[in-house]
């Protein structure tokens, strides 16, 4: 049973940085794209960033391309997102995921989800 543990979520001021982990347990972690997505209240689920199984590619949204960095320890089974510079736009829950499909922006191709960490920033 795949198993995804977020963390390292709080409450940041406007500018600051956050680095949130996401922990994998029950599968090989190191054959699959991790990806992290967020939800903000009353909106959907949106594609935050994504990265391959070799840690080799990686993708962005627009938003928060230049200021987000994903990463991943395959050896810790982990993946990383650094979040530098975030703005009031950036509050939301989120989520990272597991897929099969290479570097996939798509939600419907994510099939394990994580619980969720909540991410607030404060003006």
């Known amino acids: 049973q795949v198993q995804l543990v977020e963390s390292g979520g709080g409450l940041v001021q406007a500018g600051g940085s956050l680095r949130l982990s996401c922990a994998a347990s029950?599968?090989?972690?190191?054959?699959?794209?991790m990806a992290w997505f967020r939800q903000a209240p009353g909106k959907e689920r949106e594609f935050v960033a994504a990265?391959?199984?070799?840690?080799?590619?990686?993708y962005y949204a627009d938003s928060v391309k230049g200021r987000f960095t994903i990463s991943r320890d395959n050896a810790k089974s982990t993946v990383y997102l650094e979040m530098n510079s975030l703005i009031t736009e950036d509050r939301a829950g989120y989520y990272c995921?597991?897929?099969?499909?290479?570097?996939?922006?798509?939600?419907?191709?994510?099939?394990?989800w994580g619980q969720g960490t909540q991410v607030t920033v404060a003006a």
């Open positions: 995921a597991m897929s099969r499909m290479d570097g996939s922006r798509w939600r419907t191709d994510y099939d394990s």
């Open positions: 029950g599968r090989t972690f190191s054959s699959y794209t």
């Open positions: 990265i391959t199984w070799s840690g080799v590619s990686t």
